[in-house]
């Protein structure tokens, strides 16, 4: 759960992460996807163990599954009971993913340690600089390859019409995503380029691609709740302005269900894989 799903509110977070799905896997670099999937086959993982970090109702692993392989053994971590129980109801008698109820402020190292990939979505603008380094020393340890999709990057865009309160909304927006999300001080959107480097420092060569929303009048409830839950956001930033962001949101709802205006936000993804094939890195496993 990212910046953005945070801010679209707890009480409709099922509908939201339902409405974001559609959205994020078009929005995807299925590029990446695949250059994940053709480095786990260079090194003879043809059935790899998959980590996925915060994987809320699944919708990282629905995407992921039609890249990699049939046998691929899932790892989902969440911290979230409920989201887990429901997410393993959707399985029935077919193979089952490993599901783990965990808290990410817990050391990372022992539940990445089988793992040949290791994934996340809409994760990582939430946490601390020292986090992202105890996950690039973590993947780097055990030879994995590294998938972080999702990740705002701070480009927010409207086209059409001009709303003055934009510049404020937005200012006091960003102040709000480096608030400590309960993982250290929030990097917001500075994560993407933080964890670049963190893997580049350690030897994997990283891509990274932008896959920003692209919203206009077919996502109106979609814009609906994104603007309602960044102007809440932005009220809790700049609690004097509480009802000033709240009829931006209401004014910038309108442009964008009658098609006045569109809505770019950027979002960007980030494949790090290992240099080669490390002698040792891979468990034996039963």
Same mark, same amino acid.
């Given at each position: 759960?990212?910046?953005?799903?945070?801010m679209?509110?707890? =009480?409709?977070?099922?509908?939201?992460?339902s409405l974001?799905?559609?959205?994020?896997?078009a929005?995807?670099?299925?590029?990446l996807?695949?250059?994940?999937?053709?480095? !786990?086959?260079?090194?003879?993982?043809?059935?790899?163990h998959?980590?996925?970090?915060?994987?809320g109702?699944?919708s990282?692993?629905?995407?992921?599954?039609?890249?990699?392989?049939?046998?691929t053994?899932?790892h989902?971590?969440?911290?979230?009971?409920?989201?887990?129980?429901?997410?393993?109801?959707t399985?029935?008698?077919?193979?089952?993913?490993?599901?783990?109820?965990?808290d990410?402020?817990?050391p990372l190292?022992p =539940?990445l340690?089988?793992?040949? !990939?290791?994934?996340?979505?809409? !994760?990582i603008?939430l946490?601390? $600089?020292a986090?992202i380094?105890?996950?690039?020393?973590?993947?780097?340890? =055990?030879?994995?390859?590294l998938?972080?999709?999702?990740?705002?990057?701070?480009? =927010?865009?409207?086209t059409?019409p001009?709303?003055?309160?934009?510049?404020?909304?937005?200012?006091?927006?960003?102040?709000?995503?480096?608030?400590?999300k309960?993982?250290?001080?929030?990097?917001g959107t500075?994560?993407?380029?933080?964890l670049?480097?963190?893997?580049?420092?350690?030897?994997?060569v990283?891509?990274?691609?932008?896959?920003?929303?692209?919203?206009?009048a077919?996502?109106?409830?979609l814009?609906?709740?994104l !603007?309602?839950?960044w $102007?809440?956001?932005?009220?809790?930033a700049?609690p004097?302005?509480?009802?000033?962001?709240a009829a931006?949101?209401?004014r910038?709802?309108?442009?964008?269900?009658?098609?006045?205006?569109?809505?770019?936000?950027?979002?960007?993804?980030?494949?790090a894989?290992?240099a080669?094939?490390?002698p040792?890195?891979?468990r034996?496993?039963?």
């Amino acid at each position: 759960m990212n910046t953005d799903d945070r801010m679209a509110g707890a =009480i409709f977070e099922d509908e939201w992460l339902s409405l974001r799905e559609p959205l994020d896997h078009a929005s995807r670099a299925h590029g990446l996807a695949r250059a994940s999937a053709t480095d !786990l086959a260079r090194r003879g993982r043809r059935a790899p163990h998959v980590v996925d970090l915060g994987t809320g109702t699944g919708s990282n692993p629905r995407y992921l599954a039609r890249f990699l392989p049939p046998d691929t053994r899932w790892h989902l971590v969440d911290n979230d009971a409920a989201h887990l129980e429901r997410l393993a109801a959707t399985y029935g008698s077919g193979a089952r993913p490993t599901l783990h109820c965990r808290d990410l402020a817990e050391p990372l190292a022992p =539940i990445l340690a089988a793992a040949d !990939l290791v994934t996340a979505a809409a !994760l990582i603008d939430l946490v601390s $600089a020292a986090w992202i380094d105890e996950l690039a020393t973590a993947v780097s340890a =055990i030879g994995a390859a590294l998938l972080v999709a999702m990740s705002v990057d701070g480009h =927010i865009r409207f086209t059409g019409p001009v709303d003055n309160d934009d510049g404020p909304l937005l200012d006091a927006l960003a102040q709000h995503q480096r608030r400590d999300k309960g993982l250290g001080a929030a990097l917001g959107t500075a994560a993407p380029a933080t964890l670049i480097n963190a893997m580049a420092a350690r030897g994997h060569v990283v891509t990274a691609m932008p896959t920003s929303w692209h919203i206009d009048a077919r996502h109106e409830r979609l814009a609906d709740m994104l !603007l309602a839950g960044w $102007a809440e956001a932005a009220g809790q930033a700049w609690p004097a302005d509480e009802t000033r962001f709240a009829a931006w949101a209401r004014r910038r709802h309108a442009d964008i269900a009658a098609g006045r205006t569109r809505l770019l936000v950027g979002h960007v993804d980030v494949l790090a894989l290992p240099a080669q094939a490390r002698p040792g890195a891979r468990r034996s496993r039963s």
